[in-house]
């Protein structure tokens, strides 16, 4: 895509790939005190006596690390108007100290809202660590259509 991306510029079948994430063990601790304060998410110890086997991200930490991905790689280089749904969202496997992460994103849907200048772009994110696929999320935002801008 050249320019910013609008509607138009989407079709389902597309695929998209970004992102270059570092995860670290501080930041892991800092968004688990303020947001999923479990002991898995804060300490290393528990982390390892739980299914996760070490210190791992909360499935809401993955989440604002792949939109931060999402926005860098996308949102900000198009027309986006927000969004209007999480459909599915999964945690498959832990994120750890050290992961760095990146996104493949694929175009599931796309339908033109009936009266504004905008449409609906359903699209399943699919996040990687350097080894394997950790998370998956289908979410719906809006991008204008290119007669609004």
């Known amino acids: 895509m050249s320019g910013l991306a609008h509607f138009e510029d989407f079709h389902p079948g597309q695929k998209l790939a970004f992102g270059h994430y570092e995860v670290t063990k501080e930041e892991i601790i800092e968004f688990a005190r303020e947001f999923d304060p479990q002991p898995h998410h804060l300490d290393e110890e528990a982390g390892w006596n739980s299914m ?21 790689g996308l949102f900000n280089k198009a027309e986006a108007r927000g969004g209007v749904s999480v459909e599915d969202c999964r945690w498959l496997k832990p994120v750890k100290p050290g992961d760095v ?41 809006l991008f204008a259509k290119r007669s609004a801008t």
């Not at 499935?59 to 926005?71: D, L, N, P, S, T």
């Open 101 to 141: 992460l990146r996104m493949d994103i694929e175009i599931l849907e796309t339908r033109a809202h009936p009266r504004r200048a905008v449409g609906f772009v359903k699209m399943r994110w699919n996040i990687f660590n350097q080894r394997e696929q950790v998370a998956s999320v289908i979410t719906t935002p």
């Open 52 to 72: 996760l086997g070490g210190l791992a991200a909360s499935g809401w930490h993955i989440c604002a690390m792949a939109m931060r991905m999402c926005v860098d």
